[in-house]
């Protein structure tokens, strides 16, 4: 009993997690940058992708490429066969109780709006309160204030403490009786800051207030269960899963996307149409107008296989040990000051170096061959708060490996020596 | 280090970078235009005072890398006193150093020739030319803030 359970802890591949053999299957990270060997950092912006996805794709565009519920021909069969059962390989990597509730998007960006444009647009009307907090996202401020501004409703933030953690007795505080609806990040993308989202559904949940999910940080560094969650939504991107661009996921509830009208209008999402009237598809379909990203979503449902083959716990300790490393490592170094020191971190180093702008410590890292992320990391509501204009960001993933993170702090010795 | 290191982070750069020249705030200014990079941050604001034809004064605030602030610091300097047609001229020579790569053209911007390697760095460019589109809007009387996006 205990030998099958410790298979399925490690994967299909049976193998214990080795970064050795994980980077075998990433064949970008095998190359050198500007005469060095590629220091990826870069992550959270986008991960790499395992050669079995590049592999699915190709092979899609190679051999199966057709237009999905369709046609009757043999290809179609094929794509929709493979686009299916990329649905329904997400649904069983998230935990969603059913493969209709996997709406297919292009990104978590494209998720929110979903929701903001048709839940968000149903709900909210004028006096009413649409509750984010301080560490999200552009991309999950914008549509919200968007949704506000048409309907004359009020945005309103739950604040983060000096170490980056959301103080809950704030947001709770800030869920009344016109909130309806709290938007929050799981993971926040600038500081690392893995937010307690069981707990703060349920919170809202006894106040009636339903909850979108920004998942675009979490699914990348650990297990994600929807159902465990209950939030009603939860968007993430298929490129920061060590998937395709271009291709993303929002899960909803069946009974949020039952009731919920249409987003876009067009093909695939409807029964029928005469001018008079169109009868909407069934869900999920009923939110996906148009050709959808088929490759996209079948290079997504190859990264969830592949996922599947590796010992994902074994990943995640990993990549919990080049976290704790790299922040010890960082910390040596004179004048950094680490930005965001959560309880719970995961996979973001966040700093700024004395009086040398972050922007300078990312072209002299380049030379180095090394990629980090400077800036204000589309979150500069965050950076305000911390009272800094921008940082600089390592992001990590299980394929990187502490000899990478050495190589940054030898970085960091040079920008030092230039801005000395 | 590499040497297109040293020649981006040269010693003259780093210390207008450090102790930027007229980084102070214009009560008589003319024209205040905002300069903004939306990718990276950062965000100037350009004060110029025009007596007739003639930028009798220039000033900036705001924050950004070194390379931004050293090229405002070198510009603000540059034009002072000069009339807008010499600053005019002056923009093209440096836009055709830094963006288009044409070193030859760093003959005759005396000290902004520095940034001359600034070229080698694309994604570099636009922080060394923010200022200068500021510049340029607020001599041409518009307010708006400019972007480099």
Same mark, same amino acid.
């Given at each position: 009993?205990?030998?099958?359970?410790?298979?399925?802890?490690?994967?299909?591949?049976?193998?214990?997690?080795?970064?050795?053999?994980?980077?075998?299957?990433?064949?970008?990270?095998?190359?050198?940058?500007?005469?060095?060997?590629?220091?990826?950092?870069?992550?959270? =912006?986008?991960?790499?992708?395992?050669?079995?996805?590049?592999?699915?794709?190709s092979r899609y565009y190679l051999e199966d490429n057709a237009n999905v519920h369709r046609a009757v021909h043999a290809l179609s069969e094929r794509a929709t066969?493979?686009?299916?059962?990329?649905?329904?390989?997400?649904?069983?990597?998230?935990?969603?109780?059913?493969?209709?509730?996997?709406?297919?998007?292009?990104?978590?960006?494209?998720?929110?709006?979903?929701?903001?444009?048709?839940?968000?647009?149903?709900?909210?009307?004028?006096?009413?309160?649409?509750?984010?907090?301080?560490?999200?996202?552009?991309?999950?401020?914008?549509?919200?204030?968007?949704?506000?501004?048409?309907?004359?409703?009020?945005?309103?933030?739950?604040?983060?403490?000096?170490?980056?953690?959301?103080?809950?007795?704030?947001?709770?505080?800030?869920?009344?009786?016109?909130?309806? +609806?709290? =938007?929050?990040?799981?993971?926040?993308?600038?500081?690392?800051?893995?937010?307690?989202?069981?707990?703060?559904?349920?919170?809202?949940?006894?106040?009636?207030?339903?909850?979108?999910?920004?998942?675009?940080?979490?699914?990348?560094?650990?297990?994600?269960?929807?159902?465990?969650?209950?939030?009603?939504?939860?968007?993430?991107?298929?490129?920061?899963?060590?998937?395709?661009?271009?291709?993303?996921?929002?899960?909803?509830?069946?009974?949020?996307?039952?009731?919920?009208?249409?987003?876009?209008?067009?093909?695939?999402?409807?029964?029928?149409?005469?001018?008079?009237?169109?009868?909407?598809?069934?869900?999920?379909?009923?939110?996906? *107008?148009?050709?959808?990203?088929?490759?996209?979503?079948?290079?997504?449902?190859?990264?969830?296989?592949?996922?599947?083959?590796?010992?994902l716990a074994g990943a995640e300790a990993h990549e919990r040990d080049l976290l704790a490393y790299g922040t010890a490592r960082l910390l040596e170094v004179p004048?950094?000051?680490?930005?965001?020191?959560?309880?719970?971190?995961?996979?973001?180093?966040?700093?700024?170096?004395?009086?040398?702008?972050?922007?300078?410590?990312?072209?002299?890292? $380049?030379?180095?061959? +090394?990629?980090?992320?400077?800036?204000?990391?589309?979150?500069?509501?965050?950076?305000?708060?911390?009272?800094?204009? =921008?940082?600089?960001?390592?992001?990590?993933?299980?394929?990187?490996?502490?000899?990478?993170?050495?190589?940054?702090?030898?970085?960091?010795?040079?920008?030092?020596?230039?801005?000395? | 280090?590499?040497?297109?290191? $040293?020649?981006?982070?040269?010693?003259?750069?780093?210390?207008?970078?450090?102790?930027?020249?007229?980084?102070?705030?214009?009560?008589?200014?003319?024209?205040?235009?905002?300069?903004?990079?939306?990718?990276?941050?950062?965000?100037?604001?350009?004060?110029?005072?025009?007596?007739?034809?003639?930028?009798?004064?220039?000033?900036?605030?705001?924050?950004?890398?070194?390379?931004?602030?050293?090229?405002?610091?070198?510009?603000?300097?540059?034009?002072?006193?000069?009339?807008?047609?010499?600053?005019?001229?002056?923009?093209?020579?440096?836009?055709?150093?830094?963006?288009?790569?044409?070193?030859?053209? *760093?003959?005759?911007?005396?000290?902004?020739?520095?940034?001359?390697?600034?070229?080698?760095?694309?994604?570099?460019?636009?922080?060394?030319?923010?200022?200068?589109?500021?510049?340029?809007?607020?001599?041409?009387?518009?307010?708006?803030?400019?972007?480099t996006e």
């Open positions: 009993m205990s030998t099958v359970a410790g298979t399925l802890s490690i994967g299909a591949r049976g193998e214990p997690f080795d970064v050795g053999r994980i980077r075998e299957d990433f064949p970008i990270l095998a190359q050198r940058v500007r005469g060095k060997p590629l220091v990826y950092l870069d992550s959270a =912006a986008t991960a790499q992708k395992p050669r079995a996805v590049i592999d699915a794709v066969a493979a686009f299916d059962a990329a649905r329904e390989k997400v649904a069983g990597f998230i935990g969603a109780g059913a493969a209709r509730e996997i709406v297919f998007v292009r990104g978590t960006t494209e998720g929110v709006n979903l929701v903001a444009q048709t839940f968000g647009r149903a709900r909210v009307g004028a006096g009413d309160e649409v509750l984010i907090t301080a560490m999200e996202h552009h991309s999950n401020i914008v549509p919200w204030q968007m949704l506000c501004e048409e309907k004359g409703a009020r945005l309103v933030v739950a604040p983060v403490d000096d170490r980056g953690d959301l103080v809950l007795e704030e947001l709770e505080k800030r869920l009344g009786a016109r909130t309806r +609806i709290l =938007a929050v990040t799981h993971v926040s993308n600038a500081l690392g800051t893995v937010n307690p989202v069981k707990r703060i559904v349920r919170m809202a949940h006894a106040k009636g207030v339903p909850v979108l999910v920004d998942g675009a940080q979490g699914v990348p560094h650990f297990a994600v269960d929807v159902r465990d969650l209950d939030c009603d939504f939860y968007a993430f991107s298929g490129h920061k899963l060590f998937g395709p661009t271009g291709i993303g996921v929002l899960y909803g509830k069946a009974e949020h996307l039952e009731a919920m009208p249409p987003w876009q209008g067009g093909g695939d999402m409807i029964l029928s149409v005469t001018f008079e009237r169109t009868i909407y598809n069934r869900i999920p379909h009923k939110f996906e *107008a148009g050709t959808p990203d088929m490759a996209g979503a079948i290079g997504l449902g190859a990264t969830i296989d592949w996922l599947g083959s590796i010992d004048g950094l000051r680490i930005i965001g020191t959560a309880r719970e971190k995961a996979g973001v180093l966040s700093f700024v170096l004395a009086d040398v702008h972050p922007h300078d410590v990312g072209t002299i890292l $380049d030379r180095d061959g +090394i990629a980090i992320r400077t800036g204000h990391h589309c979150a500069q509501p965050l950076m305000q708060r911390f009272g800094v204009p =921008a940082t600089a960001r390592a992001s990590l993933a299980f394929y990187n490996t502490r000899a990478e993170i050495d190589a940054l702090v030898q970085g960091l010795g040079h920008v030092r020596e230039i801005f000395r | 280090m590499t040497s297109d290191l $040293d020649d981006l982070y040269q010693d003259v750069i780093l210390d207008h970078g450090r102790r930027p020249r007229n980084f102070r705030k214009l009560a008589e200014a003319t024209s205040e235009v905002e300069g903004l990079n939306p990718l990276c941050g950062d965000h100037y604001k350009l004060y110029v005072k025009l007596d007739g034809d003639r930028i009798s004064d220039l000033a900036f605030e705001g924050s950004g890398c070194a390379i931004s602030k050293a090229s405002a610091s070198l510009m603000t300097s540059a034009l002072k006193g000069k009339t807008i047609a010499e600053a005019e001229e002056t923009f093209q020579r440096f836009h055709a150093m830094v963006v288009e790569g044409d070193k030859t053209k *760093a003959q005759g911007l005396g000290k902004l020739a520095v940034l001359q390697g600034v070229c080698d760095f694309p994604t570099r460019v636009k922080c060394a030319s923010l200022v200068w589109h500021a510049l340029d809007s607020a001599i041409h009387g518009e307010q708006k803030p400019v972007s």
